[in-house]
């Protein structure tokens, strides 16, 4: 004797007494008529009360949460290179001077570098051209 057992497709529980059947069709807009199943494969699918409910809190518009407002990342802060190079000279740490300077060990790192690899501009510190 066999036994047809229905299982749920989403969660794979086994579906004793009923299932529920989601199947999308394509359907006229003006008088709703189905005029084809959207993809035949979804109409072997089953799944239990508690799939169907979750998957119609998804895909209903009315019952989906409301959108994060995005978070403007924090604003950096300009670092005065002069101090921060005075501490690097001395021996100290990126960590150790960012939490000094109250900023991220990276920009300290990004700083350092910029200061020992700018790029010399053609004119002298004054302003007057080398030659």
């Known amino acids: 004797m066999k036994k047809i057992q229905f299982v749920c497709d989403r ?36 799944f239990c009360a508690a799939c169907t409910d979750a998957l119609l809190k998804f895909l209903l518009p009315e019952n989906k949460p409301p ?28 960590e150790d001077i960012a939490a000094d300077i109250r900023a991220e060990p990276e920009q300290v790192r990004q700083c350092i570098y910029y200061q020992k690899y700018k790029k010399k501009s053609p004119s002298g510190a004054d302003g007057e051209e080398q030659t």
């Open 11 to 46: 969660c794979g529980a086994v579906l004793e007494k009923t299932a529920i059947k989601i199947i999308p069709n394509v359907v006229e807009l003006d008088g709703e008529d189905i005029l084809h199943p959207v993809d035949e494969a979804t109409h072997g699918m089953h």
């Open 67 to 94: 959108p994060k407002p995005k978070e403007k990342p924090a604003r950096r802060r300009r670092l005065d290179a002069g101090r921060v190079m005075a501490l690097h000279n001395a021996g100290w740490s990126n």
